[in-house]
């Protein structure tokens, strides 16, 4: 693979787990579909931990004021769509469930 097909499968992965999260899949479930998709790509050694860090340079929710914050809340609730607090947890649970894949994996 080349450095650029290696960066779209991290960058992917990463990705994939923010976005598991922020559809309320447990750290289990995650766990398991992040696998999935690493064996999938051929198990490439690394990937778990490059993605945890990669999850850090991906776009972060805009910090608005308390107020508008709020009265947004309301339509993204309506939409069943995450809040800024809600996308930011995610973030770190992703990192958290791919650093231990890390750990166990390489």
Do not use: C, H
């Not at 993204?76 to 770190?92: D, S």
């Amino acid at each position: 693979m080349t450095n650029s097909e290696d960066a779209i499968i991290v960058n992917g992965i990463g990705a994939y787990a923010v976005t598991f999260f922020e559809m309320g899949d447990s750290s289990d479930v995650v766990r398991q579909k992040l696998l999935s998709e690493w064996r999938r790509f051929g198990e490439p050694a690394g990937v778990f931990d490059a993605a945890a860090k990669a999850i850090s340079g991906f776009p972060q929710p805009v910090l608005e004021s308390v107020e508008n914050t709020e009265r947004k809340r309301a339509i993204l609730e309506k939409l069943g769509a995450q809040g800024p607090e809600e996308q930011l947890v995610a973030a770190l649970r992703a990192r958290e469930v791919l650093g231990s894949l890390g750990k166990e994996f390489g």
